[in-house]
Nanobody
Framework: QVQLVESGGGLVQAGGSLRLSCAAS????????MGWFRQAPGKEREFVAR????????DYAASVKGRFTIARDSAKNTVFLQMNSLKPEDTAIYYC?????????????????WGQGTQVTVSS
């Protein structure tokens, strides 16, 4: 069983930056995939980024590529999402997710474990 706790959300002006953290309790094995998703009001949850715990291979949604960076700190069992050049359309609740296997899938159903989410609001 894995528990995920996000932090780092907040209010920022357009063009600003935020760094989200996801602390995982329990043992994260090298076979795990970690992901970030977001959900804006009235919209479905959408993929943002994912990273393979072993090897660090990453993938990004087209809407955030070049602005967001996902990374992990194995020693701290923590995954980060560095968000730069933020836009009002990035406003959403951001969720950390985990899957106990190496996957390339980017839909919510591909992930088994979820955090409670952290609010990110970007003002224009």
């Amino acid at each position: 069983q894995v528990q995920l706790v996000e932090s780092g959300g907040g209010l920022v002006q357009a063009g600003g930056s935020l760094r989200l953290s996801c602390a995982a309790s329990g043992r994260i094995l090298s076979s795990y995939t970690m992901g970030w998703f977001r959900q804006a009001p009235g919209k479905e949850r959408e993929f943002v980024a994912r990273i393979w715990w072993s090897g660090g291979s990453t993938d990004y949604a087209a809407s955030v590529k070049g602005r967001f960076t996902i990374a992990r700190d194995s020693a701290k069992n923590t995954v980060f999402l560095q968000m730069n050049s933020l836009k009002p359309e990035d406003t959403a609740i951001y969720y950390c997710a985990a899957r106990s296997s190496v996957i390339s899938g980017t839909t919510p159903k591909d992930f088994d474990y979820w955090g409670q989410g952290t609010q990110v609001t970007v003002s224009s």
